[in-house]
T-cell receptor, first 114, second 114 residues
């Protein structure tokens, strides 16, 4: 029962263009969403988050959009750079979930071509 | 970077042997987590701790136990390792469950059970 889904296992984008990574969820109780980036042989690194009371959050080249009615969030990277090549995980948290537990998607591998 | 150290970074052992992985933090954060990452599954929570001697199970806790005798250390034990426990294990920490704050991850332990 995958409550957080990333249906695209991989994405290839030209340098300078926009990268759009998608994530769908099924649990309507989730109220906080995060994106993590992971390089090989390293741990996931927090990238950006959004609360369910917002529909957009921006941090430099990274913007996360949340569509609660569709239970869908997306991460936009503009412009994409070769250093952005990594695996991206979305994660979600339910309110008052014991221990602040996160549910992760399966990840999308982004390749940015020079 | 959050001060999280996982040890060992790599380990190869045989089926049936006990294995203990260590996570050490210097941030004095209350919450600590153990995840495993497997292809096609993303990161899945094994166990977590919400204080010294306070632990609880995650979604894939069978075959694992944990202990937290000090704020800074969280140990994951495989009492009798099986090949299905071959995985990459990540420790994470977070400051509080009362506010929406991200978890921060260590660099992982790659465990191979032969």
């Amino acid at each position: 029962d995958q409550q957080v889904k990333q249906n695209s296992p991989s994405l290839s984008v030209q340098e300078g263009r926009i990268s759009i990574l998608n994530c769908d969820y099924t649990n309507s109780m989730f109220d906080y969403f995060l994106w993590y980036k992971k390089y090989p042989a390293e741990g996931p690194t927090f990238l950006i988050s959004i609360s369910s009371i917002k529909d957009k959050n921006e941090d430099g080249r990274f913007t996360v959009f949340l569509n609660k009615s569709a239970k869908h969030l997306s991460l936009h990277i503009v412009p994409s750079q070769p250093g952005d090549s990594a695996v991206y995980f979305c994660a979600a948290k339910a309110p008052r979930s014991s221990g602040d537990k996160l549910t992760f998607g399966t990840g999308t591998r982004l390749a940015v071509r020079p | 970077d959050a001060g999280i150290t996982q040890s060992p970074r790599h380990k190869v052992t045989e089926t049936g042997t006990p294995v203990t992985l260590r996570c050490h933090q210097t941030e004095n954060h209350r919450y600590m987590y153990w995840y495993r990452q497997d292809p096609g599954h993303g990161l899945r929570l094994i166990h977590y701790s919400y204080g010294v001697k306070d632990t609880d199970k995650g979604e894939v806790s069978d075959g694992y136990s944990v202990s937290r005798s000090k704020t800074e250390d969280f140990l994951l034990t495989l009492e009798s390792a099986t090949s299905s426990q071959t995985s990459v294990y990540f420790c994470a920490i977070s400051e509080s469950a009362n506010f929406n704050q991200p978890q921060h991850f260590g660099d992982g332990t790659r465990l191979s059970i032969l």
